[in-house]
T-cell receptor, first 112, second 114 residues
Framework: GDSVTQMQGQVTLSEDDFLFINCTYSTTWYPTLFWYVQYPGEGPQLLLKVTTANNKGISRGFEATYDKGTTSFHLQKASVQESDSAVYYCVLGESYAQGLTFGLGTRVSVFP | GPKVLQIPSHQIIDMGQMVTLNCDPVSNHLYFYWYKQILGQQMEFLVNFYNGKVMEKSKLFKDQFSVERPDGSYFTLKIQPTALEDSAVYFC????????????FGPGTRLTVL
């Protein structure tokens, strides 16, 4: 079945550090990939979405690139702020289904 | 931005009892979803609902689970009877359209079954 793997459970950074979160996926179809972000006490919210047509998404200073060859979908930001502290989920959407497949999430903590 | 509300935020019940989780989706949205997240595990899709019908459900959506949205009111998830393994945070989501559309999530209801 479809699956998403995020190996980094926790990332701790200082402000202005570079953030990189690794994600790989497995599917037999042509997915659309998302990054959702969850702040304390809230539900996940969409950060960005990338389709097979455009391969890259950019939003709020975050960038994600989709590589079909390596089935990877990494998230990065050049300079993080304390307000970026949250849980980031790599998420898979399929053409044949409306339910999303979530990764385990990466908790990012940014300290001043 | 658009908000999805969930009531209650916490619920504690005894095993075997019935529980109803309530979701107030974004007002003009047409597709509704429930997800389940056990502590420390991945969030998993349970079911989606459109035009008064269940469109898709996962293997986690047991026979004891049911969903409905009577007359455009709350979108509900009912579990009857509950089991210990139903303890989790349940997230409701809604979207304007189906496939690949942005899903808006509520803050979750933490259900504890004793």
């Amino acid at each position: 079945g479809d699956s998403v793997t995020q190996m980094q459970g926790q990332v701790t950074l200082s402000e202005d550090d570079f953030l990189f979160i690794n994600c790989t996926y497995s599917t037999t179809w042509y997915p659309t990939l998302f990054w959702y972000v969850q702040y304390p006490g809230e539900g996940p919210q969409l950060l960005l979405k990338v389709t097979t047509a455009n391969n890259k998404g950019i939003s709020r200073g975050f960038e994600a690139t989709y590589d079909k060859g390596t089935t990877s979908f990494h998230l990065q930001k050049a300079s993080v702020q304390e307000s970026d502290s949250a849980v980031y989920y790599c998420v898979l959407g399929e053409s044949y289904a409306q339910g999303l497949t979530f990764g385990l999430g990466t908790r990012v903590s940014v300290f001043p | 931005g658009p908000k999805v509300l969930q009531i209650p935020s916490h619920q504690i019940i005894d095993m075997g009892q019935m529980v109803t989780l309530n979701c107030d989706p974004v007002s003009n949205h047409l597709y509704f979803y429930w997800y389940k997240q056990i502590l420390g595990q991945q969030m998993e899709f349970l079911v989606n609902f459109y035009n008064g019908k269940v469109m898709e459900k996962s293997k986690l959506f047991k026979d004891q689970f049911s969903v409905e949205r009577p007359d455009g009111s709350y979108f509900t998830l009912k579990i009857q009877p509950t089991a210990l393994e139903d303890s989790a945070v349940y997230f409701c989501a809604s979207s304007l359209s189906g496939q690949y559309a942005e899903q808006f999530f509520g803050p979750g209801t933490r259900l504890t079954v004793l």
